[in-house]
Structures are given as C-alpha cells and as structure tokens.
C-alpha cells in the first residue's frame, strides 16, 4: 500500500462494538488484569498501557499514522511543538556535547539552544543555512553530537540541503535532527537524506484548522528510546484527544496540502510582480536563492510565502489593517489564511543583531496561505498593498 492509504487505515485495533470510526482513549490510567500483569508492564517484560503520561493508544495511533507519512521507526507525541524541539535535544544531549545548528531558526528554538541547554554546559556553532559543505564540516568538533535545522526556515524560507548535511552525519557519526513543520510529510521527508529524528509542530499542518497543539519526533528506534525515557519522567505528554483530533487530520493531511501548495505559489506570483512590493520570498518561485534546491528535495513549495514591504512598521500596520481576510495572528498552518510581522511577533525576543542576520526587517511578513478562493486572496493582499502605499503617501 502507498502512504496515503496506510495513513488513513493505520489505526487502533476495533473493540466488542465494531466502530468504524476510530475511538477516543480518555482515560489517565489503565488497569492491570492481576498484580502479576502489573509487575510485567512495569519491568517491560510486557507491553501494554499504564498510564497516559508514558502512553495511550490514541496517542500511538497519531505517531503511528507520522511514521508512516515519514517513513521512520519509531515517534514519540508531546503536547506541542516546542516540546518536540525540546526533547529531541535535550533528551539526547549531555554536558561537554556541542551541537551544529542552522542559525536560520524559530524564535523559541534559538532560546532553546542559546538560553537553556546552554546552561547545562551543551555549547553550539551557528551556520548560515546556504553555507559550503566545507564549512559545516569544518564546524564538526571532537565532542559534536548533533546537527540539527528548519528547511525551510522560520520565517526566511531559507533552505538546507538535507543530502549534504546526511553526508556529513554519516562521515563523523552525528545525530541528523530535522524540524519538518514547514514543508510537512506530504511535501519533503528527511529520512530519504539520512535524517536520525524529524520534528513536527502538530499545531500546524497536522491538525490543519487552529484547533489542538500538538508535537511529535520520529525517527530511528535508537534514539526514540532515548526520548520516550525523557519524555515519559519529564512529562510533556500530549493529550489523547488532541491526538485523536490529530490523527483524524493527518487523513486529509496530502489533500490540503496540493490546494495550500497551489494557493501558495499563485499568491506569490502575483505579488512578486507588484511594483509596491520590495520582495516576495517562495521556494519554488524562480526568483528564490535556492530554487533548483528546493525543486530537488520538496514536491511542492509549502504554504509559507514572505514578503518584504518599504516604510518600516508604520507601512506593515496600514497593510494589515487594510486587509479583509486575512486573520492577524502568530500562528499559521490553518484552513484560513494567516499573517504576521515576525520583527514584532514571533522574533520579537531576538537581538537586532540575530534579526539581521536572518533577514528579519521591520517591514517583513509572513503568510501562511490557507484555503480559501485564491482569486479572493490575491484580490485582497492587493488591495491592501495598495491602501498602506496610499497611506504612506498622505502621511
């Protein structure tokens, strides 16, 4: 069977009540047939439910479903993204280890690292996301554990080559740890380059519609072990009904993609030929750095677009403010089209310096493009393109 069947069939095994639709596990605690069973389930020698921090079956349903989506062994779900980020570092690194990063990050990920492991004595090195393959070898160091990065990136869009980088882990041992969100299983999988661990924000394209957070890191058996031991006496549990509205999502998961895809690009296109535009910002526009890159390891160019706009602040709050359907808001991988001003929101906490380097202006915006009628939302980033000039104009 192709992944899209299995995604949608993979589920819990049927009760007595022979339920088409898969049901929801909302319980914290699972009972033991005898204290014999109970010993057994506690030393491993069984295996089985104890109790919903450690596991669930509507949980395991929706990491089963993404490693069949990612092609991996093995996952573990926590209850939002930045846990994920955060387990499949720390729940792996030690004091004295030092790991190579992409400096083109999200904002919590880059204080992750920056502000809280490094407290541990866990030191870092910085790349630029299109630096040589020589230059992240020369980076490797005798105590580097991990490589870990975003393609494409939060919020830049800017891309890693995910086979240069599995080259480099394989030659020196290293941990390839990738955070999939923007691009989602239905458009790139890490694993077919050599990736160890791939991290999701479920909050995102995985639920699809603003509903539930969620996390989730698949990956090779040996280091998901690892996690599920971090996980299960740190506690960043996910919730069995997220989980099970999740997995329900991640059934329509490719369908919503081709249409956020095709959206996506037909948005940016239009706007890259706006003259009141400065930039646009998609990885499969012909006019993006890592194009042929991007044509190489996506299907399909992800429902993030970036744009650039001249005047500072005052012009990014005049566009959205001229703006009629497009939702304000932080978040994005939602049905509804989203935008934000990284500058002010998600990078807010970053120094001048960091934003700089990761070609964060004041006049930036990103778009998560959602589904409505393209026509309707090239119609109204237009429109508000043109108001927030007019108004630059008058002041």
């Not at 047939?33 to 104890?50: M, P, R, T, V, Y």
């Not at 923007?182 to 394209?205: C, E, M, R, Y």
Request: negative net charge; aromatic residues 8%.
């Amino acid at each position: 069977m192709k992944k899209q069947t299995k995604a949608i069939r993979t589920q819990t095994k049927k009760s007595q009540y022979r339920e088409h639709s898969t049901p929801l596990f909302l319980t914290s605690s699972f009972t033991f047939e005898s204290a014999e069973q109970g010993k057994a389930l506690f030393d491993e020698s069984e295996e089985g439910n104890i109790y919903s921090r450690f596991s669930n079956p509507s949980v395991q349903e929706f990491v089963d479903k993404v490693c069949v989506l990612e092609d991996c062994e093995d996952g573990v779900a926590t209850a939002t993204g930045m846990a994920a980020v955060f387990a499949s570092i720390a729940g792996l690194l030690k004091t004295g280890d030092h790991l190579i990063a992409s400096r083109s990050l999200f904002g919590s990920a880059h204080q992750i690292i920056t502000q809280i492991v490094s407290k541990w004595g866990i030191t870092h090195t910085y790349l630029d996301a299109d630096a040589s393959e020589e230059a992240w070898e020369a980076a490797v160091q005798p105590n580097t554990r991990m490589i870990y990065l975003e393609t494409p990136s939060n919020p830049g869009l800017d891309l890693v080559d995910l086979e240069m980088i599995g080259r480099i882990c394989k030659k020196h041992n290293l941990i390839f740890n990738v955070d999939n969100c923007f691009a989602s299983p239905a458009l790139q999988n890490p694993s077919d380059f050599g990736a160890d661990l791939i991290v999701h924000s479920a909050t995102k394209w995985m639920d699809g519609q603003g509903r539930v957070l969620g996390g989730v890191v698949v990956g090779k058996k040996q280091y998901i072990k690892e996690l599920r031991f971090f996980c299960r006496q740190t506690g960043p549990s996910m919730s069995p009904f997220n989980a099970w509205v999740l997995s329900k999502s991640l059934e329509t998961l490719n369908l919503r993609m081709e249409k956020h895809v095709s959206n996506a690009l037909k948005l940016a296109a239009a706007l890259d030929q706006h003259p009141d535009v400065k930039q646009v910002k998609y990885p499969f526009l012909e006019s993006h750095p890592q194009y042929e890159l991007a044509k190489k390891q996506m299907s399909g160019g992800g429902a993030i677009v970036t744009i650039e706009l001249e005047g500072g602040f005052e012009r990014v709050s005049g566009f959205m403010s001229a703006l009629k359907i497009a939702s304000l808001s932080s978040n994005l991988g939602d049905t509804r089209t989203i935008v934000t001003n990284p500058n002010t929101t998600t990078h807010a906490k970053l120094k001048p310096e960091e934003k700089q380097l990761l070609g964060i202006t004041e006049g930036l915006i990103r778009i998560s493009v959602g589904l409505e009628d393209v026509d309707d939302l090239i119609e109204d980033f237009t429109q508000a393109v043109e108001v927030s000039v007019k108004s630059d104009i008058l002041e």
